[in-house]
């Protein structure tokens, strides 16, 4: 079956960073856009940033110049480096390909 499994988060400083992984497995990963999603207590679910089959990109304005979304065919993974990281950042991070979500990993950013 399809799975995505998120990891990399945890407790930062504000200002520090942090990098997330996907790892896929049960889908051809290469024809897949992938995205990052956050949901932070009592907000909806938005999109952070995606990666298309073919390496473009796109960020949520909130993230442009601070997170760098990339992927890895070979190894079924894709990653979302976080830098310069705010407590506005502080959320769920979901993985999805397509329709399919991951559980998430929680990051929060606090002193």
């Known amino acids: 079956q399809v799975q995505l499994v998120e990891s990399g988060g945890g407790l930062v400083q504000p200002g520090g960073s942090l990098r997330l992984s996907c790892a896929a497995s049960?889908?051809?990963?290469?024809?897949?856009?992938m995205g990052w999603y956050r949901q932070a207590p009592g907000k909806q679910r938005e999109l952070v940033a995606a990666?298309?089959?073919?390496?473009?990109?796109n960020y949520a304005d909130s993230v442009k110049g601070r997170f760098t979304i990339s992927r890895d065919n070979a190894k079924n993974t894709v990653y979302l480096q976080m830098n310069s990281l705010k407590p506005e950042d502080t959320a769920v991070y979901y993985c999805?390909?397509?329709?399919?979500w991951g559980k998430g990993t929680r990051v929060t950013v606090s002193s």
């Open positions: 999805s390909a397509g329709n399919y």
């Open positions: 990666i298309t089959h073919g390496g473009s990109t």
């Open positions: 049960g889908i051809i990963f290469s024809i897949f856009t």
